[in-house]
Each structure stands twice: as C-alpha cells, then as structure tokens.
C-alpha cells in the first residue's frame, strides 16, 4: 500500500506499507511454498529412516494420506500464488488489490497448515509428539506478515486444534492412539490427566510468549520505520527548500542584472556625449536632469530588489509576535511621500479615522515597505492635477487600510497579473513609467506573510482602489462608519 504520489505518506502508512511490502514479497518468492516443501521432505525422510530402524513399519495410514493431502494443497498454492503474480505483474489488478489477494492468501495457507500440521500430530504420537513446537513457526511467521488481529485469530486456532486433539485422546473420542515411537514402550501419557494439561498449558503460554514478543519487536522495527520515514520526509523537504532557495537566489541574481543594466547603460551613454563634448551648452543641465533621473530610478530598483529578497527570505512568523501600530506608521509613510505627490501636483489626502486603529501582528518595517509601495504607485500612475487618498479603519478585528488614486487605472488582464514579480501592465510601459515590476509583489507578500488579505479594484481611467487588511493583535471595537460614510473614498 502506497501513498498517492504528491502526499508524503504519514508514519502509520509507512508501517503499514512496509508490512504489506514484505507480505506480498513473500507471497511473491514463493516462500510460503518452499518452506512446505521443505516440511514435506522432511517428514518423507523421517518416515524412510523410521521404516528401516523400526520393522516392520507400524505408522497408520492416515499418515501418508495427511502427507499427500499436504503436498496436493501446495499444489494448489503453487497454482494461486502464480496466478496472482501474473495478474500483478500484467497489470490486471492494481497494487492495492495485489496485496489484499496476498493477504486473504497468506491467511488462508497459515490455517490450513496449522491444520495439517494438527492431522501430522494426530496420526503420529498426538500429544506426546513434540513436534508441536512447529505452531510456534507459524505464529512467528504470522507476526511479521499479518495485522495482530489476524496473528490472534491464527493463535487462537492452533491453540483450539492442540486442545481439541488432546482432550479427544483424553476421552477416547479419537481412537486409536498412534505412538510417536512405535519401537519403544507405549507409556500412554495421553491418558493421563495432569500430562495432558500441561502439554496444554506449556503449548498454549509458548504460543502466546512467542506472540507478545514477535508483536513487541514488529511494534519496535514498526516505530524505527515510522521514525525513518519521517526523517526521510524531513530530508526531502529540507532539499526542496534548498533548491527553492537556491533558485530563488539565482534568480534574484539575473533579474537585478537585467534591472540595472537598462539605467547605467543609459547613464554611461549620456555621459559619454558629456565627455566627448557633443551635447550642446543650451541641453547639458537637462541632460544632467536625466542622468540625475536615470540613477534615481536605478536606486528605486535596487530598493526593491532588496525588500523583496528580504522578504522572500525571512520567516512569516515574525509577525506572530509583531505589535505594531498602523496609524503611526501610515502616518509616518504619508508624511514621507507627501513631498513626492507635491512636486508632481497630487493633491495627497489623508481622510479622517479612528485615532488609535489597534495594534497589527505585522512587522513595522514591512508594514511601512507595504505602504510605501501602495503610496509611490498611486502617486506614480496618478497625472499632475489628480488626488490620492489614504484611509483607515477597523472592520471586523482587522486594521484596513485603503489608498484611491484617480489615475490612469488598469486592465483586467494587467490586474490578472498584478502581483506577478517582474510583470509590468502594458499601461505603465506605454505611458514610459519607470518601475520595476515588484511593488506590488512585496505587498502581496507581507499581506500574505502576516496573514492578511489584500483587495484591487480599477478600470483604466477610473483609478485604482487597494484595501489591505491585518489581523489585530487585541479584539478592537469595530468603526461604526463605513467606506461610503467617509465621503472622500468614492470620488
């Protein structure tokens, strides 16, 4: 029984799997039928050196009969092992069915051979033979392969086939008695009360000795394969973060050479017409102005490259123990860009909430990165002359925060890919506005990390609506106004 392949199975199937494993290779070596093989030639060759030292040969009939039962029963193993071997192998049966038929299989020989077995004794010495010792095989055998359930019904069936065939001789019910030796006096012990009974009672502890210890070990190597199996899972998961962190790095690797080389190579061409004196006086300070832009916007995206490295690297719960307060850091960001929204004449609103939001589970400094991403995208895809608005509230044990510029806004298919790193909307790219594609990316992640949740709205010249949402870190009364009631969110 395996698991599906995408789930890593749990300790209890890898016992389990390792059970059934073992139990259809056995079925499969045909082990059962070579170790009955194996009894058979030496029962054969028992009775041949019986019948030369003991002349004339005195063993029943039933003797030989019990033998070719057994070997004509091994047969028909022969031909049900083989025949589910063949439907494994073709595929016709799949690997569950496969070890089920193996089970009913393996049951099915184990009884009929305690049986036998049973019959073997019967007809040579019953209980005086001490063959009997050989149910002790069987239960051993039994505990390696089968459930405990099954390995307690096998042993309550040797131990009530032993009972029934002593106290049968006890009560001359089963007549006649068969000596074990018929050369040597008959002393008749199977007439005997208290030779009886301990041959029962030293059968019965013995079967169930072997029992509690064979359970006891197969609990033991179960736990060390449960044990492995999840040290095995822990390796493979510890190889794929590796792997994941590895590639992550690379990756960061090729996109900050490929995000810097467009801005110095722009740089380095413009100051070369610098140096070489091919810029007329009149354009040299806007050219200076372009330089100075070019390296601006090489800052920017080395910034972000940065953050969101970090973020990618740190671990989420960072934040469980984070307790941070939004308003002032809202507050603190907004005053940061407010210069930034002049000097391209956004008007840059602050709307009016509650004064103490509650403290957020986010850590501080991505809280301002989030923020700061929201606000430099709305003022960025915002014209001169248009409004960007903050707001904040509590709703529903949440701190939201909602920033509303009335830029150009985007498509569908752009906001399909919003949060996609490296993904530019064809809008920005059309318009020549500088980014590097991972704004919105880190804000995805922090919102994630401290799981939060984050909302988009836009239509292209309508504007774009961001709601980001954090888990408070007390229960806080919820605002009473909504969005519309502010009045300054829906213009």
């Not at 019986?50 to 009969?65: G, M, T, Y």
């Not at 990756?251 to 810097?260: C, E, I, K, P, V």
């Not at 390296?295 to 972000?304: K, L, M, N, S, Y």
Request: aromatic share 8%; charged share 20%.
């Amino acid at each position: 029984m395996s698991a599906a392949p995408e789930m890593a199975p749990s300790g209890d199937d890898q016992a389990r799997g390792y059970r059934a494993q073992t139990l259809l290779s056995f079925v499969r070596l045909k082990w059962f039928i070579h170790l009955r093989w194996i009894m058979l030639a030496c029962c054969v060759g028992a009775l041949a050196i019986d019948a030369v030292l003991s002349r004339p040969a005195r063993r029943p009939l039933q003797l030989f009969v019990v033998i070719v039962g057994l070997t004509a029963i091994n047969i028909v193993w022969v031909l049900c092992t083989s025949g589910l071997r063949k439907r494994v192998r073709e595929g016709e049966t799949d690997r569950i069915d496969g070890v089920r038929g193996a089970s009913i299989l393996a049951n099915a020989q184990i009884a009929v051979d305690l049986f036998a077995l049973t019959l073997l004794l019967r007809y040579s010495g019953g209980v005086e033979n001490p063959m009997a010792m050989f149910y002790l095989f069987h239960v051993a055998i039994a505990a390696l392969l089968l459930t405990a359930r099954e390995v307690f019904v096998h042993a309550f069936w040797a131990i009530l086939l032993y009972t029934l065939m002593a106290f049968g001789e006890l009560a001359e019910f089963l007549t006649p008695h068969y000596p074990f030796l018929p050369a040597l006096p008959d002393l008749r012990l199977h007439q005997q009360p208290g030779f009886v009974f301990c041959a029962i009672f030293i059968t019965s502890t013995s079967i169930f000795g072997m029992l509690y210890f064979m359970l006891r070990i197969v609990a033991r190597v179960a736990s060390h394969e449960r044990n492995l199996a999840q040290a095995i899972c822990a390796l493979r998961e510890s190889k794929a973060a590796i792997s994941a962190l590895q590639q992550r790095k690379a990756m960061f690797m090729r996109t900050a050479a490929h995000q810097l080389k467009t801005p110095l190579a722009a740089i380095q061409t413009q100051v070369s017409l610098l140096r070489e004196g091919l810029v007329p006086a009149g354009e040299v300070r806007t050219l200076y102005d372009r330089i100075v832009a070019r390296c601006r916007e090489g800052i920017g995206q080395v910034t972000d490259l940065l953050v969101y490295a970090r973020m990618q690297d740190l671990d989420a719960d960072r934040h469980a123990a984070a307790r941070t307060d939004a308003v002032a850091v809202l507050q603190a960001v907004c005053d940061r860009y407010a210069p930034i929204a002049r000097q391209k004449g956004v008007t840059l609103k602050r709307s009016a909430g509650p004064a103490q939001a509650g403290l957020v589970r986010v850590d501080a400094a991505d809280l301002a990165d989030c923020l700061a991403n929201l606000l430099d995208n709305a003022i960025k895809y915002t014209p001169g002359g248009g409004d960007v608005t903050v707001s904040h509230c509590v709703d529903g044990g949440a701190a939201v925060i909602e920033v509303f510029d009335s830029g150009m806004g985007m498509t569908e298919a752009t906001r399909a890919h919003l949060f996609e790193p490296y993904r530019r909307g064809s809008e920005a790219i059309l318009a020549d506005i500088p980014g590097s594609g991972l704004g919105m990316s880190i804000v995805q992640a922090v919102v994630e990390q401290a799981k939060g949740r984050v909302n988009v709205e836009s239509a292209p010249g309508r504007g774009t609506r961001v709601r980001v949402a954090f888990p408070l870190v007390a229960d806080t009364p919820s605002s009473a106004a909504t969005w519309a009631e502010k009045g300054t969110l829906g213009a």
